[in-house]
């Protein structure tokens, strides 16, 4: 009987050699560091339809990095920024990222613009382990499930979605909202964020329509939402169809609140949408919308912002875009410093993770945590004014046609 | 060695599970190359899917040149559902095998790319290669435009993770295989313990049988139903047979078929029919019918054996066993002891048989030699046996050979036939008497003549003295002579007379046989004189003696003489040469024989087998009582002698006696 035993477990046993060894994160020593230099990769749309916000988002990142480089860089070494152009292109983003891993072999990862292009990569980031700091898009697919090595700064699409939705249903008392969304990753999360606050108010959208990434035939998605004579629009998209949208709409005789998100790019849609009369669009930002606290004194940030953009790139008016991009550059140089002399990735993302109530200014600070990835919690809302976007303090005591633009910047 | 004095249980289970163990080992052997070959094919056959769907896929961008595209393809592909984990890389080249597009996120093997080289008209290469001391097999399919190639999508599948499926199934596989084992091991447990329980329980049961005990066990109890032995017939009743197992034995022996009259059992009750049940139940079946049948023919063994026990210890004769080595008596009845004065058989046990037969020795052993092949039963008649106190008594003895205790014996029963003898002797002597009568005519004959020839002496004397003549002394001398040889001769006759009446004894004598042929014819002579018989003697002088008794001889003789004399007297015609009665004697091949030869009627043929039988006569009612012969066919029997007749109807009949010669070296 024991022998027989012993036969049956050697059986059983026998297969338990042939283990799989799993080396895939047994780099050692980390890749894109050198005694003076850490390689960054960024990946955003540089031209196409989106180019403005990878542009300005660039030049937001860029500003501070410079600025980090002349003051003697990090530990002594210099951020090196490599930027490829992805046009808002998922599979281009996908090269890119993969160029900055196999080719380039950056440090980390910054300032991915737009939620296709990012979540298209995130598989590749996962396998690879690659620290991917601030993205400028809100997706709930780089929130959860939670990663390790993604560092989101700004407050979700969910985030912004509720709180608007909060606002025009509550503080507007609109209860039509229809839906304008991007038929892709983006579109559809912040369709879901929506709808997520619309059913715990009771409602749902009363119609959606939808555009092709990358193009501008918003007639179809249009005509659904006119027939549905909505109150308000909420737009999913990005500042080119977004602003053929109100236009249109407009032309049509459809005159609805309409209401996007951050990665619309506010100054953009603004200086699309600024001869639109009497049109009412509200829009959220997760980032203090510079022109409203720039000077003001309460919002460090902004102020260095402004002085390092106009330093590095003179003649470019601050942004909120660019101001995000100038954001996730601070945390990443933060996360670079609180990691110590003997960087790794390792390092850094606990680096990252230690920072708790960093201080971007008054009322505005940064806080992560080793479940926590996601530094800010913050959204505005502005509404077109003249040829730009204000901030609403307060939505107390406004009503619907109160956020009509009266061509004049109201402060 | 170990393998013999094992258990037949414990070698019914080792020889299962080892093979059972042998099997598995074999099959999990077989089913692991299978498997894994298997296996690995149809995994290499999805990546030649996969790649052959993305060659498909990829024509158009790398036409374009497009390589995000191709970047963005092969992750989709390489992402898609479970794939990630079997594929470990994705890549496509162009025509000169230069890397378009790739799933790697970290600096690849620059050799890859020539690792598993496309061959120009190849549909498809697999090998087997390193990448990042990773084991892959290398897929390639060729991406074409036409008939011509444009590039190649190479998959990588991770054989790691084909080997944890390999090892997964393996390890299902072999769980099974041992949980088939573990339980035909249990099996086999329950098996040979329930093939071995009744064996061991038969064995005991043996065991038991052999030291003697059939008492049925509690168990065969219950097998024989509840039925009590004294229920069956044949075994309450032995004369009945048991035609259960009887019949069944007897099938060769036809004598053994069941009588009309006899009654049987239409239904056994205790047989068991070996049929129903497996091959245990029939053993145990076929036991109890041998139990059964060793009970009761062990039964009927006893009371057989106390049947001819008392047979043996009741039985009117005498019976010994006897050694045949020593000849010491081995067993003997209690009337064996009786007879031979013992007081009881233990003293008999012991004693040489030859004390009570001095003979027998010689005589057993000679015809013991002879007849040892043939019917080993001999018989002896009319034996001297002597008592404890030497007193001689006649027997018949039959003797059988047996093994009695191991040891060669005879069986010699003793029927004691003194009386019988005596019987005979009287039956024997009233017809010497009855001859006597016939003879008294011939014999007053012959005895008158001397008595006259007397009667003239003393006729002479008296008147020669009556007339006072002298007597001459010549005279004187010559009648008294004569007279003296008369009186002589008359008591001769009287003599022979006297002896041929006398009551022979028990014991013989030796004799010649030429003086009993002088004697009877001496006494009988007379009656054979008449005018055209002669006798013719023709006796060998040498003739040895043989055992008998000589006036029995003589009363053989008369009888044979006379019978020839009638028959001659009733023969109507004579012969050319006239009648006449020949007797001869010779010596022959240590035989004595005597021929009496007539020229009578001669015996009938139908007549010649009865002549010797008792009461059977050709006289007329009243001339004889017929038992001449048959009295005179015994007598010659008695002396171990033979008689045989020749005879031709009206020539003759000639009695031919043989008698065994007293061998004279003795």
Known sequence: ??????????????????????????????????????????????TGHAKYLGIQTLRGLRAYINYINDMGGVFGRKVRLIAYDDAYHPPRCLANTQRFLVQDQVFALSCYVGTPTTVKVLPLIRQAGIPLVGMFTGANALREPFMPNLVNVRASYYQETRSAVRHLVESLGLSRIAVFYQYDAYG??????????????????????????????????????????????????????????????????????????????????????????????LMSQVVPPPHAFLGSGAFSVVDEYDVLLDHYFPGDTPNSVGL??????????????????????????EGIDSIASYPLGR????????????????????????????LIRDFKGLGPEDLRNTGSASP | MRLKTMGLRNKIFFSIVGVILFISAAIALLARGILIKSLTEELTQRGVAIAQSL??????????????????????????????HLIDYIFITDDHGEMLAHTFIRPYPEDLTRANLLEATRMRAISETTVFDRPVYDIAVPVTEGIYRIGSVHVGFNKGHIDQLVAKLRITFLGFISLIVVIIFLITLKLTSYI?????????????????????????????????????????NTDMPCWHFDQARGENTPSR??????????????????????????????????????????????????????????????????????????????????????????????VSFLELDPDFNEEFFTRYEEAVSEFPTYSYSKLVHYTRDKSPFFVNLNACPISYMGRQAVIIAATDVTETMEKEAQLIQASKMKTLGEMSAGVAHEINQPLNAIKIGSDYLNMMTKSGK???????????????????????????????????????????????????????????????????????????PILAHDNRLQQVLFNLVTNAGDAISQRQDTPPGGHVITIRTFARDGQVVVQIADTGVGIPEKARGKVFEPFYTTKETGQGMGLGLSITYGIVKDYGGDIRIISDENQGTTFILTFPAIKEDR
């Open chain 1, 188 to 281: 559809f999360d912040g369709l879901t964020g929506t709808e997520l606050a619309l059913r715990q108010l009771g409602l749902t959208p009363v119609a959606r329509g939808s555009y092709i990434r990358g193009t501008t035939d918003i007639q179809e998605g249009l005509d659904r939402i006119m027939a549905s004579r909505a109150e308000a629009v909420v737009m999913i998209g990005t500042y080119e169809p977004c602003a053929g949208f109100i236009r249109q709409a407009r032309e049509q005789g459809f005159d609805p609140v309409f209401y996007a998100v951050s990665f619309v790019g506010a100054e953009e849609l603004a200086r699309r949408v600024a001869d639109q009369e009497g049109a009412r669009v």
């Open chain 1, 1 to 46: 009987v024991a022998v027989l035993v012993f036969l049956a477990a050697a059986l059983v046993l026998a297969p338990a050699c042939d283990r799989e060894p799993d080396d895939r994160n047994a780099s050692s020593a980390p890749p894109g560091v050198s005694e003076n230099e850490i390689l960054i990769g960024s990946s955003l749309a540089l």
């Open chain 2, 55 to 84: 060659a498909e896929q990829a024509r158009g961008p790398i036409l374009d040149k497009n390589v995000p595209e191709l970047v963005a393809l092969v992750f989709d592909a390489a992402e898609l559902g479970d794939r990630k």
């Open chain 1, 363 to 390: 009322d505005l600070e940064l806080s992560f945590g080793p479940a926590d990835h996601q530094g800010l919690e913050n959204v505005y809302f502005t509404r077109l004014s003249g040829r730009t976007f204000t």
């Open chain 2, 196 to 236: 071995t329980r009744p064996l061991r329980r038969l064995t005991r049961l043996a065991d038991e049988i052999s030291r003697g005990n059939f008492d049925l066990p509690m168990e065969m109890k219950a097998l024989s139903g509840g039925y009590q032995l004294q229920e069956c017939p044949a075994y309450r």
């Open chain 2, 257 to 350: 078929t069941v009588p009309e009259n006899q009654p049987q059992c239409r239904e056994c009750r205790f047989y068991r029919r070996p049929e129903q049940g497996d091959e245990m139940d029939q053993l145990a079946d076929s036991f109890y019918n041998m139990l059964w049948s060793i009970k009761l023919y062990r039964r009927r063994l006893g009371e057989s054996e106390e049947k001819y026990r008392s047979m043996f210890d009741s039985g009117p004769d005498p019976i010994f066993v006897v050694g045949t080595n020593t000849m010491a008596i081995l067993d003997a009845n209690p009337r064996a002891a009786e007879v031979y004065g013992f007081d009881n058989r233990d003293q008999l046990i012991g």
């Open chain 2, 470 to 544: 002298e007597i001459p002394a010549q005279s004187m001398l010559k009648v008294t002579d004569e007279m003296g040889v008369q009186v002589e001769r008359a008591t001769e006759i009287i003599n022979t007379l006297r002896a041929f009446g006398r009551k022979a004894d028990l014991t013989q004598e030796r004799c010649n046989i030429n003086k009993s042929i002088q004697d009877v014819l001496t006494l009988a002579g007379h009656q054979l004189k008449h005018a055209d018989l002669r006798m013719e003697l023709d006796l060998d002088e040498g003739l040895p």
């Open chain 1, 324 to 349: 995000e991009g100038f954001i996730n550059a601070k945390v990443l140089v933060e996360g670079l410093r609180r990691a110590g002399r003997n960087l790794t990735r390792e390092s850094f993302l």
